[in-house]
């Protein structure tokens, strides 16, 4: 059954910030560092209704691997993992990145200058198959036209003849378009032929006007390209002889002086731009990286390419002193030590937690929603309805799968009346029986084939600090008790090396017994039993530390635990 459209409140239960979000650009919405099916569900969840009521771009994503039990539940639903987000620092991705359109070698600095003026850019970007071999800048375009006294210089840029024709907005009259003009000088034959012939040698380009005698003597001189000014004709006999000679023929309909003015600019944009010691940035790089860089250089533009090296565009000194952190919403958690990396150096905008109050600290006032419920998504369930959004049955089987993992079927002494409410309901709106599903779910989270003893430790682990002292806990759950014992097999031997790789000072894991509702505690490091001893006023001979009627680290392990330790 459906769940019933409702009127939006007034007060809205989604904080939607007054200019903290901007259409187009991502806020994260993310768990902790070592994924359960709370964390994931409860994004991917959340994502969704902000989308829904802000309609700004919100997308879920995970700090870690998931595991197997939450492997199973996305699949049972048909919904894709989450994208993986390594850290939150400021990448050049994140920027505000200029695209242009660039150009390549042979286009003439005409063109170039065109597509500069159209774009409002200085700088602008040459480009072979999408790589970028150089930049050209107005100063380089400035130069072109007014340092340049060579009367040679189109040949030694090998320039194309289309770049002639283009422009001198001339056409073709006889020749190759596709060849290049690569010997010779540039001259004009406005003096008569015996002056002429004189001065103009064979390969020369000649601007000439429509008088025979002049196309004769170039002709004559077997110039590699003639251009014939204000749309002249050429006389048949003329053209044949040029074909003969292998001359390029251009007709062009501006007079001699401004053809003259005019041609160097069909000089390829190779010739001028810049192409040694480019400074240029990866998508990748991180902002803190490049700064030092790009302060000291004064560029006002800077080229962004991508791992491969294709030009993606281009970053300014301003963008890039102006740049905004990344945009965050934390969900079921709320400790620096679980956030995903870089979570200092991000905009935390929302929190969205049911445990303890941790150590994240923000630069301004966030929304912060924290609920003692047992499980984020109960909390999540709850804004859907305060806010009237509809559930789909997607939605919400992963709500529902999420709530019956953190209260490992309402076992779980964290499970309050809210949670179970909350899961019999969406249970109802996703078509699906608790009980069946939970099976499903426990079984697949502890199955252990394939799977490494790192993988197995730290599926579900977290990380706390009591004074000076920072400890890691694990916990696996199962139905099965011979599938503990072999899980206890192999980590005693291997909590040794997680705790000196973590860099902690004590690990515990639990291993939890879900139909016997108990939980054998595995301890290493200096104080760690002690600690436990101590804490659960339990047998110093014990060999074993099997704890009756504890299964939640968060409500029964670590609040007894760290009141022991902080005595």
Same mark, same amino acid.
């Given at each position: 059954?459906?769940? /019933?459209?409702?009127?939006?409140?007034?007060?809205?239960?989604?904080?939607?910030?007054? =200019?903290?979000?901007?259409?187009?650009?991502?806020?994260?919405? #993310?768990?902790?560092?070592? %994924?359960?099916?709370?964390?994931?569900?409860?994004?991917?969840?959340?994502?969704?209704?902000?989308?829904?009521?802000?309609?700004?771009?919100?997308?879920?994503?995970?700090?870690?691997?998931?595991?197997? !039990?939450?492997?199973? #539940?996305?699949?049972?639903?048909?919904?894709?993992?989450?994208?993986?987000?390594?850290?939150?620092?400021?990448?050049?991705?994140?920027?505000?990145?200029?695209? +242009?359109?660039?150009?390549? &070698?042979?286009?003439?600095?005409?063109?170039?200058?065109?597509?500069?003026?159209?774009?409002?850019?200085?700088?602008?970007?040459?480009?072979?198959?999408?790589?970028?071999?150089?930049?050209?800048?107005?100063?380089?375009?400035?130069?072109?036209?007014?340092? #340049?006294? =060579?009367? $040679?210089?189109?040949?030694?840029?090998?320039? %194309?003849?289309?770049? +002639?024709?283009?422009?001198?907005?001339?056409?073709?009259?006889?020749?190759? @378009?596709?060849?290049?003009?690569?010997?010779?000088?540039?001259?004009?034959?406005?003096?008569?032929?015996?002056?002429?012939?004189?001065?103009? @040698?064979? =390969?020369?380009?000649?601007?000439?006007?429509?008088?025979?005698?002049? $196309?004769?003597?170039?002709?004559?001189?077997?110039?590699?390209? +003639?251009?014939?000014?204000?749309?002249?004709?050429?006389?048949?006999?003329?053209?044949?002889?040029?074909?003969?000679?292998? *001359?390029?023929?251009?007709?062009?309909?501006?007079?001699?002086?401004?053809?003259?003015?005019?041609?160097?600019?069909?000089?390829?944009?190779?010739?001028?731009?810049?192409?040694?010691?480019?400074?240029?940035?990866?998508?990748?790089?991180?902002?803190?990286?490049?700064? @030092?860089?790009?302060?000291?250089?004064?560029?006002?533009?800077? %080229?962004?390419?991508?791992?491969?090296?294709?030009?993606?565009?281009?970053?300014?000194?301003?963008?890039?002193?102006?740049?905004?952190?990344? /945009?965050?919403?934390?969900?079921?958690?709320?400790?620096?030590?679980?956030?995903?990396?870089? *979570?200092?150096?991000?905009?935390?905008?929302?929190? +969205?937690?049911?445990?303890?109050?941790?150590?994240?600290?923000?630069?301004?006032?966030?929304?912060?929603?924290?609920? &003692?419920?047992?499980?984020?998504?109960?909390?999540?369930? $709850?804004?859907?309805?305060?806010?009237?959004?509809?559930?789909? &049955?997607?939605?919400?089987?992963?709500?529902?799968?999420?709530? *019956?993992?953190?209260?490992?079927?309402?076992?779980?002494?964290?499970?309050?009346?809210?949670?179970?409410?909350?899961?019999?309901?969406?249970?109802?709106?996703?078509?699906?029986?608790?009980?069946?599903?939970?099976?499903?779910?426990?079984?697949?989270?502890?199955?252990?084939?394939?799977?490494?003893?790192?993988?197995?430790?730290?599926?579900?682990?977290?990380?706390?600090?009591?004074?000076?002292?920072?400890?890691?806990?694990? /916990?696996?759950?199962?139905?099965?008790?011979?599938?503990? $014992?072999?899980?206890?097999?192999?980590?005693?031997?291997?909590?040794?090396?997680?705790?000196?790789?973590?860099?902690? =000072?004590?690990?515990?894991?639990?291993?939890?017994? *879900?139909?016997?509702?108990?939980? !054998?505690?595995?301890?290493?490091?200096?104080?760690?039993? @002690?600690?436990?001893?101590?804490?659960?006023?339990? &047998?110093?001979?014990?060999?074993?530390?099997?704890?009756?009627?504890?299964?939640?680290?968060?409500?029964?392990?670590? %609040?007894?635990?760290?009141?022991?330790?902080? /005595?």
């Amino acid at each position: 059954m459906a769940e /019933q459209q409702q009127p939006k409140p007034r007060n809205s239960a989604v904080w939607t910030p007054a =200019d903290g979000t901007e259409l187009g650009r991502s806020v994260y919405v #993310v768990g902790h560092k070592n %994924p359960d099916t709370d964390s994931i569900c409860s994004a991917i969840a959340y994502a969704n209704l902000k989308r829904k009521v802000t309609g700004h771009k919100y997308v879920a994503k995970r700090a870690g691997q998931i595991n197997e !039990e939450t492997h199973y #539940v996305l699949q049972k639903f048909h919904v894709n993992t989450p994208g993986m987000l390594k850290d939150v620092k400021l990448q050049v991705r994140d920027l505000e990145i200029h695209k +242009i359109r660039g150009v390549e &070698p042979n286009v003439s600095i005409k063109e170039t200058w065109e597509l500069m003026t159209s774009e409002g850019v200085k700088t602008a970007p040459v480009l072979k198959n999408g790589e970028l071999v150089g930049l050209i800048s107005t100063g380089d375009v400035a130069r072109s036209y007014m340092d #340049v006294y =060579d009367n $040679q210089i189109l040949a030694k840029a090998r320039t %194309p003849y289309r770049n +002639i024709i283009k422009t001198l907005d001339g056409t073709l009259v006889t020749g190759n @378009e596709h060849g290049y003009f690569v010997k010779g000088k540039v001259a004009i034959g406005a003096s008569g032929t015996e002056v002429m012939a004189q001065f103009i @040698e064979k =390969d020369d380009l000649v601007i000439l006007g429509n008088r025979y005698a002049s $196309q004769a003597c170039a002709v004559d001189i077997d110039a590699g390209c +003639i251009v014939i000014c204000q749309n002249g004709e050429v006389p048949e006999k003329l053209l044949e002889r040029a074909k003969r000679q292998d *001359i390029v023929i251009i007709r062009t309909p501006h007079d001699t002086y401004t053809a003259a003015r005019l041609i160097n600019q069909s000089i390829p944009v190779k010739y001028f731009m810049t192409e040694d010691n480019l400074v240029t940035f990866r998508m990748d790089d991180y902002v803190d990286d490049i700064r @030092e860089i790009m302060m000291k250089r004064k560029y006002r533009d800077f %080229p962004i390419l991508d791992r491969k090296g294709n030009f993606q565009g281009f970053i300014s000194r301003r963008r890039f002193l102006g740049a905004r952190k990344k /945009q965050v919403i934390l969900v079921d958690h709320n400790e620096k030590s679980q956030a995903v990396d870089g *979570i200092e150096e991000a905009e935390i905008l929302e929190i +969205i937690d049911h445990h303890r109050l941790g150590s994240i600290e923000t630069m301004g006032p966030v929304f912060f929603r924290n609920q &003692p419920v047992g499980c984020t998504a109960t909390i999540v369930y $709850q804004m859907y309805r305060e806010e009237g959004v509809e559930l789909t &049955p997607v939605t919400a089987g992963l709500l529902c799968c999420a709530i *019956i993992s953190d209260t490992l079927l309402f076992r779980s002494p964290t499970c309050t009346a809210l949670d179970r409410a909350a899961a019999e309901e969406l249970a109802k709106i996703a078509g699906i029986q608790m009980e069946e599903t939970a099976v499903g779910m426990f079984r697949a989270g502890s199955n252990l084939q394939g799977r490494s003893t790192e993988e197995i430790c730290f599926q579900d682990f977290k990380k706390f600090t009591v004074n000076d002292t920072v400890f890691g806990v694990g /916990q696996m759950n199962s139905m099965s008790g011979e599938e503990l $014992q072999e899980l206890k097999e192999r980590l005693i031997p291997y909590l040794p090396t997680a705790m000196k790789e973590s860099r902690l =000072d004590r690990i515990y894991f639990m291993l939890t017994d *879900i139909l016997k509702e108990t939980t !054998e505690l595995l301890c290493y490091g200096a104080g760690a039993r @002690e600690s436990v001893v101590d804490a659960f006023d339990l &047998p110093e001979d014990w060999d074993r530390i099997v704890l009756k009627g504890v299964v939640s680290r968060k409500k029964q392990l670590i %609040p007894t635990l760290v009141g022991a330790m902080q /005595q």
